[in-house]
């Protein structure tokens, strides 16, 4: 066999070393991908047209567009290399869709939609986002490609969507259209932040994300204060007693059917293992708040969470004496893959019911896609080949995350191929992710490269596990 894995590491170094993965971060970031933008399809179709074929040149994948089955969403690129059916294929998952740039919001010097460059700092929309990080599955696939002389030693699947910011639209309708061409033995994504930077991290799936409003409508018109206080039911007042019967005051959860029946043995050891980094700037957990009994970890990665994200009653910016008509918040709730996001809504309605709370609306948000909750068994075998290659690159095992705190399509992937999913992030949680001056720190963007460049040597080698049955690949469905 040409070449070595050491030998393999040391290319994708020299990649980011002599500037080429900088130049090619660049070109992607130059383009505005805006997801959430109207009129953005020209410049996704842009993305998936010239720029990953551009930068995939020459590497011996055949490459396509695929038209995203919801019309006016962003296409998904496919990239294939198949050496031999008989090898394990990897599907390597990245999105070249970002948020918002929010130009002119970003600090003096810095522009959205170029990467500059400050110390270890690189500045840029997308450089974690994800650009940065499908790049370095890209380069480190390179990397490997021509240390062995031309060939993995496994089957390469890449896709890249361009609707993750938006809840990716029109994925999973695609993953069901391309489930032969996109089988594969296990998924590999890149995107998110780690716990800490001085460690390597494993993601295994995410937490889903259920949005809904609680509205009180008593009338259509708001009415004298003087008159009617008093008299009139103020549905604001209702609103914050219903708000109330959700969470105590400590904010323990108290719906029945929304927060799981206890943490899966496997999953409590893993979030027991893990290493979190004190990162200035960022808040520390309130003392006392939530499910009692439960570690921090514990709480982000394997419980529920529900906040309000907003809540109105009549004109604050000009508050008026009258009694209101109506009164409204907006809530979210993130739940682990053991309770179903179906769930959510229906179990709060039986709430408020049974608390004489019956005027009080339920209604979904449905302005986007929301993820749903899953995990890949921590036990899979194929979590542990890649914490071994990853501790037999970095010199020390990886954190594993049974779920990630934030949304990815990791059900879709499950639910649709019946792969396991893992996730490996190169970002960091001050990297400003969906803010102004977004950035990657330089040593977490090199690292990656030779963390990834050490597994794919280590798959070609032969670390991929036993090939598993239709039936034992078949994952458990969220609640199931």
């Not at 948020?99 to 270890?120: F, I, K, M, N, Y």
């Not at 739940?335 to 229906?346: L, M, Q, R, S, W």
């Not at 990853?390 to 594993?400: D, L, M, S």
Request: glycine share 12%; net charge negative; hydrophobic share 45%.
């Amino acid at each position: 066999m040409a070449g070595s894995r050491d030998g393999a590491i040391a290319r994708a170094a020299r990649c980011f070393d002599d500037g080429a993965f900088l130049t090619a971060l660049r070109r992607l970031v130059a383009l505005p991908t805006e997801s959430q933008m109207p009129g953005s399809l020209p410049v996704l179709t842009r993305y998936c047209d010239e720029a990953l074929p551009a930068l995939m040149r020459g590497m011996g994948f055949a490459t396509r567009v695929a038209a995203n089955p919801h019309e006016g969403r962003g296409p998904v690129f496919v990239a294939m290399r198949i050496e031999d059916p008989a090898l394990p294929t990897v599907l390597v998952y990245g999105h070249g869709d970002v948020v918002r740039g929010l130009a002119g919001q970003w600090s003096e010097g810095l522009d959205p939609w170029q990467v500059t460059v400050c110390g270890e700092k690189w500045y840029g929309r997308g450089t974690v986002d994800n650009k940065g990080q499908h790049l370095i599955a890209i380069e480190s696939l390179r990397a490997v490609i021509a240390e062995r002389g031309g060939s993995l030693g496994f089957n390469a699947k890449l896709l890249v969507e361009t609707g993750e910011e938006q809840g990716s639209p029109g994925l999973r309708d695609l993953l069901r259209a391309h489930r032969g061409d996109l089988s594969a033995d296990v998924f590999i994504g890149l995107d998110g932040p780690r716990q800490a930077t001085f460690m390597p991290e494993m993601r295994l799936g995410a937490r889903g994300g259920v949005a809904f409003d609680l509205i009180v409508h008593l009338r259509d018109h708001a009415h004298h204060s003087g008159h009617w206080g008093g008299v009139l039911k103020d549905p604001a007042f209702r609103l914050a007693h219903a708000l109330a019967s959700i969470v105590t005051p400590e904010g323990r959860i108290l719906v029945e059917g929304w927060t799981p029946p206890a943490i899966p043995p496997a999953v409590k050891r893993a979030i027991a293992g893990l290493v979190f980094e004190d990162i200035p700037g960022l808040p520390e957990p309130d003392a006392g708040w939530g499910e009692p009994g439960l570690t921090k970890g514990e709480k982000i990665f394997g419980w529920t969470s529900v906040i309000v994200l907003a809540q109105v009653t009549g004109h604050p910016d000009a508050p008026t004496n009258a009694v209101q008509g109506e009164a409204r918040a907006r809530m979210q709730v993130r739940h682990a893959a053991d309770v179903a996001g179906a769930a959510i809504v229906p179990a709060l309605r039986r709430h408020l019911n049974a608390r004489g709370f019956g005027d009080v609306a339920v209604v979904p948000v449905l302005e986007r896609d929301m993820f749903g909750a899953a995990r890949t068994d921590p036990d899979d075998p194929w979590v542990a080949t890649v914490a071994a290659s990853i501790t037999a690159t970095a010199g020390r095992a990886p954190n594993i995350v049974p779920n990630s705190s934030g949304s990815n399509p990791s059900d879709m992937f499950l639910e649709e191929l019946g792969i396991p999913v893992i996730w490996i992030p190169n970002s960091y949680a001050g990297c400003n992710q969906h803010g102004p001056d977004e950035h990657a720190l330089a040593p977490l963007l090199r690292e990656g490269l030779g963390l990834m460049a050490g597994l794919w040597w280590d798959i070609g080698a032969g670390a991929a596990p036993k090939r598993r049955t239709a039936r034992d690949a078949m994952p458990a469905r969220p609640g199931g």
